[in-house]
């Protein structure tokens, strides 16, 4: 069973309470908050306020994935905001091993989230200091993305060399999650599967998000 983390990219922005009240109804357990800023990716999404604003509304996992440069000056801020999980991107972040443990220091869970292109050697000093790798399976900066097909053996050696060291980070799966793919996902060792598309492009969101815990 995989943790579900739907991602509000995809959600209708005129309409965020009613995809709050569906997530808040659905077997969905992490709520995926992507904030760009133009910079780091090709795309601008939103900031602290929607994030602030979503917490008030939801008691799941807040699940904050910055694709922005300078990650560590904004960790105090989204704290303040409501994050329970916050990742940066390793490729953004120059002093990765600091960040990681300011993060923690503050009471968050620490996520570093990779690049399709990014080896997982430069992670592999960090794997005690992270809670959460999201391993990126789209290029980011924009949901309804295809599956990179690669990633699926990229997360069994994430798996061995987590496995190796006895720690006990979990595996998240960003972009061009589907219903037909989450099974082998899951099955190659990933623990959250995060999905925009997938389900608020659904007819029956709360169905879809359920089978996506199946597997
Ligand atoms: C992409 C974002 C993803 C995106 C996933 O840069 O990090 O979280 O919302 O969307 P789907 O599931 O549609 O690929
Ligand atoms: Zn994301």
């Known amino acids: 069973m995989a943790i579900v983390a739907p991602s509000l990219l995809s959600a209708d922005f005129l309409r965020l309470e009613a995809a709050c009240t569906m997530i808040n109804q659905s077997e969905a357990e992490w709520f995926h908050l992507d904030v760009m800023d133009g910079r780091f990716v090709p795309n601008i999404s939103f900031g602290l306020p929607i994030v602030q604003a979503i917490r008030k509304a939801t008691k799941k996992v807040c699940d904050v994935h910055l694709m ?120 190659a060792g990933a623990d959250v599967l995060v999905a925009g598309n997938t389900v608020f492009g659904s007819t029956d969101p709360l169905s879809t998000i359920a089978q996506l815990k199946n597997g």
């Open 68 to 187: 922005i440069v300078e990650p560590e000056k904004y960790i105090q801020a989204f704290k303040e905001a409501g994050a329970d999980v916050l990742s940066v991107h390793v490729e953004a972040s120059t002093h990765l091993h600091r960040t990681l443990q300011q993060i923690r220091s503050l009471g968050m869970k620490a996520g570093v989230a990779i690049n399709p292109h990014t080896p997982l050697s430069a992670i592999e000093e960090v794997i005690e200091e992270t809670d959460v790798f999201c391993l990126m399976s789209v290029n980011p900066g924009f949901g309804g993305q295809k599956f990179i097909p690669l990633t699926l053996e990229k997360i069994s050696r994430l798996k061995d060399m987590i496995l190796k060291k006895h720690a006990s980070a979990l595996i998240e799966i960003d972009g061009g999650v589907t219903l037909e793919n989450a099974g082998s996902i899951v099955k």
